[in-house]
């Protein structure tokens, strides 16, 4: 075990409490949907905070006062332009620790200690940390891209509560990373002038990993927009089609299996032992099997030809 280890697991991390109740909460809401339909909670309310664009018009008659806090699904861009700025901002900020040895702002030094930040000495994790935030950077804008490029957006809609948690969600992660840094600033001056020496073989497979769970995402997406336009590339309809190819062959919401795929590979470059990350992969699990269950049952319900070899997120599992 790495000498800081024993610090970061005694540390009383309020990001981890966090994680930990997010994670319990969608675990508890998915087990309730694979019991028999009759033990669900019948609380409209309830089914209007889980589900979102085709399940939610595919769940329970809506009444029309949860219409009323309904948000249009494309502002699923604004969620991305948070986390550019903002993560973009913690990005700069580690970056001018790191390597001009300038100390975080007062605010965010406060908030990342309450938050419960790392106390430790650790030139491997305020490398793996440096990374995952890169990547996180990137995958927000990539993703943000998409929505604007590759995505096709109907009429679908969100609730305003799961819409102002996404506002949230990204802010949050991006602490939680930048949490992992050891808060002295000069000793991250002194790690960053050495860097690239503290690079390790989990580093290397971490960022083969993203890249491979974000190329696939992408085309994933590509094939999912695709459905709606027509050779030329132009949107010729907005309705739901079976998508095939990659890896729908293998289940109903690739989408979100490589999303869950980005989330591990960055838990791979902390080095596999960090629990504050373990536990943001674990929510990040539970949410998307989720939301990968809920569209595999509006698949079946809408296409009688629906091929019954595919599952929802787990290849020939789940």
């Known amino acids: 075990m790495a000498p800081w280890a024993g610090a970061e697991l005694s540390t009383l991390n309020l990001l981890r409490v966090l994680w930990l109740t997010l994670a319990t909460a969608f675990l508890l809401t ?8 009759g033990l669900l909670p019948g609380c409209p309310l309830f089914q209007d905070l889980i589900r979102y664009g085709k399940t939610k018009r595919a769940g329970p008659q809506r009444p029309a006062a949860c219409r009323v806090f309904d948000v249009p699904k494309r502002y699923f861009s604004h969620f991305y332009i948070i986390s550019v700025v903002w993560n973009g901002f913690l990005l700069w900020c580690l970056t001018q620790s790191l390597f001009l040895g300038a100390p975080f702002p ?4 406060g908030l990342l200690r309450i938050l419960g930040a790392a106390q430790f000495q650790g030139g491997e994790l305020a490398l793996s940390a440096f990374l995952v935030l890169v990547f996180l950077w990137l995958h927000s804008l990539r993703r943000l891209f998409e929505c604007f ?3 096709v957006f109907s009429n679908a809609v969100i609730h305003v509560v799961q819409y102002s948690f996404g506002l949230v969600y990204y802010v949050l992660v991006g602490l939680t990373v930048l949490s992992q840094v050891p808060l002295d600033g000069r000793n991250v001056y002194v790690i960053g002038k050495n860097l690239l020496m503290q690079a390790r073989w989990f580093h290397i497979l971490g960022m083969m990993m993203f890249i491979w769970s974000s190329a696939h995402q992408y085309k994933c997406h590509v094939i999912l927009g695709n459905l709606r336009k027509n050779k030329a590339g132009v949107v010729i309809h907005c309705n739901h089609r079976i998508p095939f190819g990659d890896w729908f062959e293998y289940v109903s919401s690739p989408n979100y299996l490589a999303e869950l795929m980005i989330y591990i590979s960055m838990a791979v470059t902390f080095g596999f032992h960090n629990v504050t990350w373990w536990l943001v992969v674990t929510y990040v699990f539970f949410n998307q099997a989720l939301a990968a269950f809920l569209n595999h049952q509006f698949y079946k319900s809408q296409f009688v030809s629906y091929p019954k070899h595919r599952k929802a997120f787990l290849p020939f599992l789940f």
């Open 106 to 109: 007062n605010w965010l030094h």
């Open 30 to 37: 998915l087990l309730l949907h694979l019991v028999p339909a």
């Open 149 to 151: 490029y590759v995505s």
